[in-house]
């Protein structure tokens, strides 16, 4: 079992930054690829970014690529999620979840999940 909870979430204005954290615990994350997925109000979740376990591969949505970056320690059991250029549209739920092995961008591929950290971007 892998307990995963979040934070760094906050109301911030258009154009600011945030950095999301996720701790893990219960496992050594370093065999867990890593997620982040987001879900907007009467949305369906979306991926955002992903990372190997490693940490050496990461992936992107299209909308996020060269603002978010996902980074991770597994010295310390956590994954990164730094935001920058933060636009009103990405009010949302950020989650973050682990799946065994490799990235994945398929929400469906994950196996754990944290309870998420509330972003409010205000124009």
């Known amino acids: 079992q892998v307990q995963l909870v979040e934070s760094g979430g906050g109301v911030v204005q258009a154009g600011a930054s945030l950095r999301l954290a996720c701790a893990a615990s219960?496992?050594?994350?370093?065999?867990?690829?890593m997620g982040w997925f987001r879900q907007a109000p009467g949305k369906e979740r979306e991926f955002v970014a992903a990372?190997?376990?490693?940490?050496?591969?990461?992936l992107y949505a299209d909308s996020v690529k060269s603002r978010f970056i996902i980074s991770r320690d597994n010295a310390k059991n956590t994954v990164y999620l730094q935001m920058n250029s933060l636009k009103p549209e990405e009010t949302a739920v950020y989650y973050c979840?682990?799946?065994?092995?490799?990235?994945?961008?398929?929400?469906?591929?994950?196996?754990?999940w944290g309870q998420g950290t509330q972003v409010t971007v205000s124009s």
């Open positions: 979840a682990a799946r065994p092995w490799t990235t994945a961008t398929d929400q469906h591929e994950y196996i754990y």
């Open positions: 219960g496992r050594i994350i370093s065999t867990y690829a």
């Open positions: 990372i190997s376990r490693s940490g050496v591969s990461t």
